[in-house]
């Protein structure tokens, strides 16, 4: 039986407006990409090769490249060389770093941990720390710094481990995400860092934030992918970063086009709401200093 299109009916149909592209929106989007090679370095504790990679900054108005964060500081590539340490060191800001590569140790008064790829650190304000490189090879992590605000921060180092931990149900189609620190270890109520991992020849479901909605997404080595804002594709190498512009409007998602390999994306998010509680996750034990 041969059937026929009404296309006097198929115009009534409702269909989903398209969003609209960024010379439509107004927005410059590579104000809110970032590279630690676009970045001067500079020596942070003392031994440390420091990069930015985005910055605090109003990322609902002109203004510099990568100057876009709302609720954090810095966004640094961290590099520490072979055999140095940094001095026992107090910090005032809360920190957070994922460890690239690398092997060596991270040291309290009373403690120490073992620092290796996959390993994500949370330093509270006032904690007294220093980083050991054991190694020839260097360390190589990322680095977040803010100030607390709105919450009782955590007086002690957490320490996890990302291959010890469950990944989540897939969301936005392909995101499978390992939950690292979340509010129940002194982050904001609204705030979470994860890993999230896209199997190949996959893509995220492109959705956009609303104002005061910061996510940032950090591509972890070693493959290249792609990054989607808006209307434009930007290549997006290990270390890149951008945040989802907050505007109700611009689209963002992230590409793995490899056939064999899956690839994985540092998630920094801080919502508009309370993050759902999370099942306990398992911390590396603090040992001894002898």
Same mark, same amino acid.
């Given at each position: 039986?041969?059937?026929?299109?009404?296309?006097?009916?198929? #115009?009534?149909?409702? =269909?989903?407006?398209?969003?609209?592209?960024?010379?439509?929106?107004?927005? +410059?989007?590579?104000?809110?990409?970032?590279?630690?090679?676009?970045?001067? $370095?500079?020596?942070?504790?003392?031994?440390?090769?420091?990069?930015?990679?985005?910055?605090?900054? %109003?990322?609902?108005?002109?203004?510099?490249?990568?100057?876009?964060?709302?609720?954090? /500081?810095?966004?640094?590539?961290?590099?520490?060389?072979?055999?140095?340490?940094?001095?026992?060191?107090?910090?005032?800001?809360?920190?957070? &770093?994922?460890?690239?590569?690398?092997?060596?140790?991270?040291?309290?008064?009373?403690?120490?941990? /073992?620092?290796?790829?996959? =390993?994500?650190?949370?330093?509270?304000? +006032?904690?007294?720390?220093?980083?050991?490189?054991?190694?020839? %090879?260097?360390?190589?992590? @990322?680095?977040?710094? &803010?100030?607390?605000?709105?919450?009782?921060?955590?007086?002690?180092?957490?320490?996890? /481990?990302?291959?010890?931990?469950?990944?989540?149900?897939?969301?936005? &189609?392909?995101?499978?995400? =390992?939950?690292?620190?979340?509010?129940?270890?002194?982050?904001?109520? +609204?705030?979470?860092?994860? =890993?999230?991992?896209?199997?190949?020849?996959?893509?995220?479901?492109?959705?956009?934030?609303?104002?005061?909605?910061?996510?940032? &997404? $950090?591509?972890?080595?070693?493959? %290249?992918?792609?990054?989607?804002?808006?209307?434009?594709?930007?290549?997006?190498?290990? +270390?890149?970063?951008?945040?989802?512009?907050?505007?109700?409007?611009?689209?963002?998602?992230?590409?793995?086009?490899?056939?064999? #390999?899956?690839?994985?994306?540092?998630?920094?998010?801080?919502?508009?709401?309370?993050?759902?509680?999370?099942?306990?996750?398992?911390?590396?034990?603090?040992?001894? @200093?002898?």
């Amino acid at each position: 039986m041969e059937s026929k299109v009404s296309f006097e009916n198929a #115009a009534e149909l409702e =269909v989903p407006n398209p969003p609209p592209s960024n010379q439509v929106v107004g927005i +410059n989007i590579n104000r809110f990409v970032g590279n630690p090679l676009s970045s001067p $370095v500079r020596i942070t504790q003392d031994v440390i090769f420091t990069r930015s990679i985005l910055s605090r900054g %109003d990322p609902y108005h002109p203004g510099d490249t990568g100057a876009v964060l709302e609720y954090h /500081d810095d966004l640094s590539l961290g590099t520490i060389i072979g055999y140095r340490r940094t001095p026992l060191v107090q910090l005032s800001e809360g920190q957070f &770093w994922y460890v690239e590569s690398g092997r060596g140790r991270l040291e309290s008064s009373e403690f120490y941990w /073992d620092l290796h790829e996959g =390993v994500g650190v949370l330093v509270a304000p +006032n904690a007294r720390y220093r980083i050991i490189n054991t190694a020839d %090879d260097p360390i190589q992590m @990322l680095m977040l710094t &803010w100030t607390p605000e709105g919450v009782t921060a955590r007086a002690d180092i957490l320490v996890r /481990d990302v291959n010890s931990l469950s990944l989540a149900e897939g969301e936005h &189609w392909n995101y499978f995400g =390992v939950s690292l620190f979340g509010p129940e270890d002194g982050l904001h109520p +609204n705030e979470q860092f994860a =890993v999230v991992y896209m199997p190949p020849m996959t893509i995220a479901e492109p959705h956009a934030h609303t104002p005061h909605f910061a996510e940032v &997404w $950090v591509k972890l080595p070693p493959h %290249d992918s792609y990054l989607m804002l808006g209307s434009e594709v930007r290549e997006m190498p290990p +270390n890149t970063a951008f945040l989802a512009p907050p505007n109700s409007q611009t689209v963002h998602s992230v590409i793995n086009l490899m056939k064999h #390999a899956t690839q994985a994306w540092l998630y920094i998010g801080h919502s508009v709401s309370r993050q759902a509680p999370h099942p306990e996750r398992l911390s590396v034990d603090p040992k001894p @200093l002898k």
